[in-house]
């Protein structure tokens, strides 16, 4: 999705002036979750474009910059399970690093927003980092897993995917990543003023979504960066389609705002709680 529709920046605007004036605390958080290629980032820069607009001090964070390092995540798949070397599922971000900004911002100060380079699959270095400065008013953060609950470990028995039945046929995986999205991430996802989903249209679009993601990373690629191709992203995406399915089905009851997308990205409905 190049451009946001307008409907849809109107739709997460007067979410963002709710927030605002129903609490003091500042900045506030404009959550956004989506399954990947659905358009999170797109509509992130739209919002603090219309914030900047309307004279509100924004900035924008992505659960994706937060990622582990390269070493961190293959210390993982050597301690913990090796689907961990992959980044993306809850446990392979530093969630202690997204909650030190938001205290930081919250505390009033400038703030640098940590980035991740996912051609080289590691983090931007800090040095280069963007400063926020001092009073900010609101933070879009943005992420495919954002405000998700865990399952129950009963629902975690029975294989979603190749990948859960062939790599992870104990069910250890699932259960560890499981248990990291009801601990530290509930933490962060508490700090939430508002949710938006974008929500897609069944979990079979991501591949193809994830596909044009990747070909726009091409583009921008150096010779030393890494671009997956079409078997690879498929493998990518099994490892969050667990997930991405329970956020389709419960998460539309209780978002404070839901829009629902067609295959092109295009909204079909919104609709706010």
């Known amino acids: 999705m190049s451009k946001c529709h307008p409907d849809a920046v109107d739709a997460v605007m007067a979410q963002v002036r709710g927030a605002l004036s129903a609490t003091r605390r500042r900045p506030v958080v404009i959550g956004i979750c989506g399954a990947q290629g659905s358009g999170k980032s797109t509509l992130a820069r739209a919002l603090e474009d219309r914030c900047g ?80 400065a001092p009073g900010c008013q609101v933070l879009v953060l943005e992420g495919w897993c954002l405000g998700a609950f865990p399952q129950r470990t009963s629902d975690l028995a029975d294989p979603v995917n190749a990948l859960e039945a062939e790599e992870d046929a104990d069910g250890h995986w699932r259960r560890w990543v499981n248990d990291m999205l009801g601990d530290s991430y509930q933490r962060l996802f508490a700090r939430i003023d508002r949710l938006v989903l974008l929500a897609a249209p069944g979990f079979e679009v991501v591949h193809r979504w994830r596909s044009e993601q990747e070909r726009d990373l091409a583009v921008q690629a150096g010779p030393e960066d890494t671009v997956m191709d079409e078997a690879e992203i498929a493998r990518f995406i099994a490892h969050y389609e667990r997930i991405t399915r329970v956020i389709l089905a419960e998460m539309p009851g209780r978002a404070d705002l839901v829009i629902r997308l067609d295959e092109a990205r295009h909204p079909l409905e919104i609709a706010a709680r």
Do not use: C, M, N
Request: without cysteine.
């Open 53 to 132: 607009r309307e004279g509100l001090a924004s900035a924008v964070l992505s659960l994706d910059d937060l990622y582990l390092t390269h070493a961190e995540r293959q210390a993982l798949a050597r301690d913990v399970h090796p689907l961990l070397a992959t980044r993306g599922v809850p446990g392979t971000h530093d969630i202690a690093l997204g909650l030190d900004v938001l205290d930081t911002l919250e505390s009033g100060g400038p703030v640098a927003l940590p980035r991740f380079d996912k051609a080289r699959d590691d983090p931007v270095p800090e040095r280069d980092w963007p400063i926020v």
